[in-house]
């Protein structure tokens, strides 16, 4: 019975993994697309530059999830410190994407003129936190999983 949801989990892990890269392959083309067709819009720099960086952004957010994928996909086991971190790394670059924002209008308008946006990415950045503390926390019971066998 275990042999076979860990064959699941496996299995599993490899499509999401595949779907993950093929993800941060049509960000990274959609962030390339859309530099190459709007270039040319002087005015519009301050837009271009923060939808690339989203893009980009993204695709990491995208290659993340294929290493966390790729490694269940491999061992059969979700809760390695590993994925613990790759997990703050996703909570990571969402904070940075919630910072964007900001970035881009305080470079616009000034320091005295900007307001904290992003908040939804703010929230999603806490949420994949408290996600890595729960995979931490299952990582402990895994070990000691494993040493009590």
């Given at each position: 019975?275990?042999?076979?949801?860990?064959?699941?989990?496996?299995n599993s892990s490899l499509v999401i993994m595949i779907l993950s890269v093929l993800g941060a392959i049509s960000s990274v083309?959609?962030?390339v697309w859309y530099y190459n067709n709007t270039k040319?819009?002087?005015?519009?720099?301050?837009i271009l530059a923060k939808n690339i960086v989203s893009y980009c952004l993204y695709a990491a957010i995208l290659i993340l999830a294929a290493l966390i994928f790729f490694r269940i996909f491999r061992s059969g086991r979700p809760f390695t410190r590993g994925n613990v971190?790759?997990?703050?790394?996703?909570?990571?670059?969402?904070?940075?994407?919630?910072m964007?924002?900001?970035f881009f209008q305080l470079s616009e308008?000034?320091?005295?003129?900007?307001?904290?946006?992003?908040t939804?990415?703010?929230?999603?950045?806490?949420l994949f936190l408290f996600f890595a503390e729960i995979m931490r926390y299952g990582s402990l019971l895994q070990t000691e999983s494993d040493e009590t066998l």
């Open positions: 019975m275990i042999n076979k949801n860990i064959s699941i989990i496996k083309s959609a962030g040319s819009c002087e005015n519009m720099k301050n971190w790759a997990v703050r790394g996703i909570a990571g670059v969402f904070l940075v994407k919630a964007l924002p900001t308008l000034g320091i005295l003129k900007t307001g904290v946006m992003g939804g990415s703010i929230f999603i950045a806490v």
